[in-house]
Protein backbone atom coordinates (compact mmCIF):
# COMPACT_ATOMS: atom_id res chain seq x y z
CA UNK A 1 0.00 0.00 0.00
CA UNK A 2 1.44 3.28 -1.27
CA UNK A 3 0.81 6.32 0.71
CA UNK A 4 1.13 10.09 -0.69
CA UNK A 5 1.06 12.80 1.59
CA UNK A 6 0.66 16.64 0.01
CA UNK A 7 2.03 19.95 1.50
CA UNK A 8 2.32 23.46 0.62
CA UNK A 9 -1.10 24.83 -0.52
CA UNK A 10 -2.10 28.03 1.54
CA UNK A 11 -3.86 30.72 0.72
CA UNK A 12 -1.98 33.29 -1.92
CA UNK A 13 -2.75 36.70 -3.73
CA UNK A 14 -3.14 36.79 -7.30
CA UNK A 15 0.24 36.81 -8.91
CA UNK A 16 1.53 34.81 -5.91
CA UNK A 17 3.02 31.79 -5.67
CA UNK A 18 3.24 28.69 -4.26
CA UNK A 19 5.18 24.79 -4.49
CA UNK A 20 3.25 21.60 -3.61
CA UNK A 21 4.84 18.82 -2.44
CA UNK A 22 3.55 15.28 -2.64
CA UNK A 23 6.18 12.41 -0.84
CA UNK A 24 5.52 9.30 -1.35
CA UNK A 25 5.56 6.20 0.80
CA UNK A 26 7.75 2.87 0.11
CA UNK A 27 9.94 2.01 -2.69
CA UNK A 28 9.73 2.37 -6.50
CA UNK A 29 8.51 5.52 -6.82
CA UNK A 30 11.10 6.16 -9.60
CA UNK A 31 9.16 4.09 -11.93
CA UNK A 32 5.57 5.99 -11.18
CA UNK A 33 4.10 8.06 -13.10
CA UNK A 34 3.02 11.33 -11.14
CA UNK A 35 0.80 13.80 -11.68
CA UNK A 36 -1.11 16.80 -10.04
CA UNK A 37 -5.12 17.07 -10.63
CA UNK A 38 -7.52 19.63 -8.98
CA UNK A 39 -11.01 20.14 -8.21
CA UNK A 40 -13.09 23.12 -7.56
CA UNK A 41 -16.25 23.46 -6.05
CA UNK A 42 -18.55 22.10 -8.72
CA UNK A 43 -16.06 20.97 -11.29
CA UNK A 44 -14.58 17.84 -11.83
CA UNK A 45 -11.61 17.14 -11.19
CA UNK A 46 -9.24 17.43 -13.80
CA UNK A 47 -5.19 16.92 -15.00
CA UNK A 48 -3.22 20.10 -14.11
CA UNK A 49 0.43 17.84 -14.76
CA UNK A 50 2.15 14.69 -14.96
CA UNK A 51 5.51 13.60 -15.24
CA UNK A 52 6.52 10.25 -16.04
CA UNK A 53 9.33 7.97 -14.95
CA UNK A 54 11.62 9.40 -17.52
CA UNK A 55 11.11 12.88 -16.81
CA UNK A 56 8.37 13.66 -19.56
CA UNK A 57 5.95 16.52 -18.91
CA UNK A 58 2.00 17.39 -20.13
CA UNK A 59 0.76 19.90 -18.70
CA UNK A 60 -3.05 21.60 -18.96
CA UNK A 61 -3.75 24.50 -21.56
CA UNK A 62 -5.09 26.61 -18.66
CA UNK A 63 -1.58 26.23 -16.50
CA UNK A 64 1.12 26.03 -19.39
CA UNK A 65 3.52 28.24 -18.82
CA UNK A 66 2.99 28.88 -15.06
CA UNK A 67 2.81 25.68 -13.46
CA UNK A 68 6.35 23.54 -13.69
CA UNK A 69 6.01 19.80 -12.34
CA UNK A 70 9.16 17.86 -11.18
CA UNK A 71 10.44 15.29 -9.07
CA UNK A 72 13.50 14.26 -7.22
CA UNK A 73 13.27 10.32 -6.92
CA UNK A 74 15.78 10.27 -4.19
CA UNK A 75 13.45 12.07 -1.42
CA UNK A 76 10.04 10.34 -3.17
CA UNK A 77 8.87 13.27 -3.92
CA UNK A 78 6.96 15.34 -7.22
CA UNK A 79 6.47 18.74 -7.23
CA UNK A 80 4.62 21.24 -8.58
CA UNK A 81 5.66 24.76 -8.68
CA UNK A 82 2.85 27.18 -9.03
CA UNK A 83 4.01 30.91 -10.46
CA UNK A 84 1.65 34.04 -11.41
CA UNK A 85 -1.46 32.69 -9.51
CA UNK A 86 -4.78 33.01 -10.69
CA UNK A 87 -8.41 33.24 -8.64
CA UNK A 88 -9.22 30.23 -10.82
CA UNK A 89 -6.95 28.22 -10.08
CA UNK A 90 -8.24 28.27 -6.35
CA UNK A 91 -9.20 24.17 -5.83
CA UNK A 92 -8.47 21.15 -4.09
CA UNK A 93 -5.35 19.58 -5.57
CA UNK A 94 -4.25 16.17 -5.74
CA UNK A 95 -1.24 14.01 -5.94
CA UNK A 96 -1.51 10.86 -7.92
CA UNK A 97 0.12 7.99 -8.09
CA UNK A 98 0.09 4.78 -10.45
CA UNK A 99 2.48 1.61 -10.52
CA UNK A 100 1.69 0.01 -13.64
CA UNK A 101 -2.51 -0.76 -13.30
CA UNK A 102 -2.55 0.37 -9.44
CA UNK A 103 -3.01 4.20 -8.51
CA UNK A 104 -3.37 5.64 -5.53
CA UNK A 105 -4.21 9.42 -4.67
CA UNK A 106 -3.31 11.99 -1.83
CA UNK A 107 -5.86 13.77 0.45
CA UNK A 108 -5.42 17.05 -1.24
CA UNK A 109 -4.53 20.28 -0.58
CA UNK A 110 -6.18 23.22 -0.65
CA UNK A 111 -5.09 26.20 -2.61
CA UNK A 112 -6.77 29.60 -2.27
CA UNK A 113 -6.25 32.43 -4.85
CA UNK A 114 -7.93 35.79 -3.67
CA UNK A 115 -8.16 38.88 -6.48
Known amino acids: QVQLVESGGGLVQAGGSLRLSCVASGSLFSIAAMGWYRQAPGKQRELVAG???????TYADSVKGRFTISRDNAKNTVYLQMNSLKPEDTAIYYCDGRWGLQGYWGQGAQVTVSS
Open 51 to 57: IISGGST
